[in-house]
């Protein structure tokens, strides 16, 4: 599969399981999933920029509302038609994910009215203001033409360094997108050297809650 150094093992129709130094059984994911996954982004992401600008002060409570923010996400993403996966490590527990996005589609989740207001009494009115303005100015930057877009990928900092996220990547890009290109953002620019391994290119950079966000994007593979 191109850059992915993971070897693949299929069982059945659902479940794909990766050798990157460790067997890892990858399964679409589902909203039984929400609350482990989202336990586990709050560790991948403690150190992103962009999240804790988002979550904001006091840092007692920043988990908190990283845990409610992404529970709410993954609820949203898991009632949507667009597709993610997760990794499990032998144990069973979420080692990974990886979500994505179909071309030129935002996320439109059926409602869940009383889940968003408790998401927001823990999240905090606030973060969840500073939340939405981070939503609309990626909004803005956004590429013009269709794309598959990688929403989020994440693997636990006991998992990383070993060919998981890597694994992840490549998978997510390749099972949906067909001919398109792919995008995503990242606020961190130690990862900008980790896409570019996976044949993504910057776009340039702007300013999202006064982080720098970087702008990465794969062509479509040649037909």
């Not at 009494?121 to 990688?150: C, K």
């Not at 099972?175 to 961190?188: N, S």
Request: proline fraction near 7%.
């Amino acid at each position: 599969m191109g850059a992915m150094s993971a070897q693949l093992a299929r069982t059945d129709p659902d479940t794909l399981y990766f050798a990157t130094g460790g067997d890892w059984r990858v399964q679409p994911l589902a909203w039984q999933d929400e609350r482990q996954a989202a336990a586990m982004l709050v560790r991948a992401f403690a150190e992103d920029p962009l999240v804790r600008a988002i979550c904001g002060q006091p840092e007692s409570r920043r988990e908190e509302k990283m845990l409610w923010s992404f529970r709410l996400s993954l609820r949203a993403h898991c009632l949507s038609p667009h597709p993610g996966w997760v990794a499990r490590s032998g144990n069973g527990k979420i080692a990974g994910l990886v979500l994505v996005s179909y071309p030129g589609a935002w996320l439109e989740a059926r409602p869940d009215t009383w889940f968003s207001l408790r998401s927001l009494w823990h999240i905090g009115w606030a973060s969840a203001q500073r939340g939405a303005e981070a939503a609309r100015t990626i909004g803005r930057h956004l590429p013009l033409q269709p794309f598959l877009y990688v929403r989020t990928l994440g693997v636990d900092p006991a998992f990383q360094r070993r060919g998981l996220g890597s694994a992840l990547l490549e998978y997510g890009i390749r099972c949906v997108r067909g001919k398109l290109p792919a995008y995503l953002e990242t606020a961190r620019e130690e990862n900008v050297r980790f896409y570019a391994r996976h044949g993504f290119r910057c776009l340039g950079a702007f300013r999202c809650l006064e982080v720098p966000v970087w702008r990465m994007w794969r062509p479509a593979e040649p037909t």
